[in-house]
């Protein structure tokens, strides 16, 4: 809430604002939808990232109104949301909702991808415009181990403020974790390119690897 409260301040200062964070980052992306209601801008996202977010507000709305979308307002700009289409493979906003969105701000997800580039650029060169990058800042380090040089090159010819709250752990941190909890059935690695490799690291655990699309259930151990 801490980093919500952080983005609600920043885009009541700067009214065209640009956030590059993971599209697998569930929590983030609809504290971003929540901190543009607040600051009163309209929220943007493409396609792929819309289909997400209804995904999750469809199954988890009825936990918590943190996960409620109202992708039907059009009464007023605060949240008012826009999903963009591509033209000639890069993102646009049509005549109308440039001139909505110029008059009253907006907060729009993006990727590292350079149909982004086209708006991104032109937005850049506004003074009331600012691009956030809200991922792990290793990414853009050259001397990380998760440099990511697609990323670092999309992003550098722009002015970035990093605001991220990091869910990263170094191994000996993820050891003490597992040690301490040290659980009877098993761990599952998520959010990891590399699942199998928990079990080299720490062969003194034991790991469910699961496949993309591949359920498991909890009660099967019990």
Not at 13 to 28: A, C, E, G, Q
Request: proline content about 3%; some cysteine; aromatic content about 14%.
């Amino acid at each position: 809430m801490e980093l919500q409260s952080q983005f609600v301040k920043e885009f009541e200062k700067n009214k065209y604002n640009f956030v590059l964070t993971s599209s697998t980052n569930i929590d983030r992306i609809f504290g971003l939808y929540h901190a543009t209601k607040k600051s009163k801008r309209s929220f943007v996202c493409d396609k792929y990232q819309a289909e997400i977010l209804k995904i999750v507000s469809k199954n988890h709305k009825h936990h918590s109104s943190f996960y409620d979308v109202d992708y039907e307002q059009v009464a007023n700009p605060a949240a008012r949301f826009f999903d963009l289409n591509r033209r000639n493979n890069v993102y646009y906003f049509n005549e109308g909702l440039e001139s909505y969105l110029n008059r009253h701000g907006f907060c729009m997800l993006i990727r590292s991808n350079q149909a982004f580039k086209p708006l991104l650029d032109k937005y850049s060169k506004l003074d009331k415009t600012k691009l956030y990058f809200s991922m792990w800042s290793g990414y853009l380090h050259s001397e990380s181990s998760g440099y990511n040089s697609d990323m670092a090159n999309f992003l550098r010819p722009y002015d970035l403020t990093h605001l991220h709250t990091s869910g990263h752990a170094d191994i000996d941190t993820l050891k003490s974790v597992f040690d301490t909890i040290n659980p009877k059935v098993g761990i599952i690695p998520i959010h990891t390119e590399a699942p199998e490799m928990f079990e080299k690291i720490f062969p003194e655990h034991n790991f469910i690897v699961l496949q993309d699309g591949e359920s498991y259930n909890t009660n099967s151990n019990n």
